[in-house]
């Protein structure tokens, strides 16, 4: 069964984040808060964005205009609607904090 890892934590250093090792196949990742720090231009996660192939990015649009992060190739911006659908679509979430 597929995943929503939601990812609340900003970057703790350089490196391959603890989540990112437990994605598989037909998982997301949803960035939220300081998280989102990660993906900036030159931010540590900013590479695993486009995730690998059957995984999916999000991000809340409103998180991204507050950071004033552009949202790199890879990465889908929803609003609180799209968030709940992603809970709705993934029974299964996991939250990373």
């Given amino acids: 069964m597929a995943t929503l890892h939601l990812v609340f934590h900003p970057p703790r ?11 598989r196949t037909g998982d ?3 960035l939220l808060g300081d998280a989102l720090h990660g993906i900036r231009e ?6 695993l964005v486009p995730p690998a ?3 999916r990015f999000y991000a ?3 998180d991204l205009l507050r950071r004033g992060i552009a949202a790199p190739d890879g990465l889908n911006p929803v609003d609180d609607a799209g968030f ?3 809970a709705v679509e993934y029974r299964t979430s996991v939250t990373w904090s």
Wanted: hydrophobic share 45%; glycine share 18%; proline share 10%.
């Fill in 13 to 23: 250093g350089p490196g391959v984040p603890a989540w990112f090792g437990r994605l």
């Fill in 28 to 30: 997301a990742v949803f």
């Fill in 42 to 47: 030159n931010g540590p996660w900013r590479s």
């Fill in 53 to 55: 192939e059957g995984t």
């Fill in 60 to 62: 809340l649009k409103d």
């Fill in 84 to 86: 709940v659908a992603l």
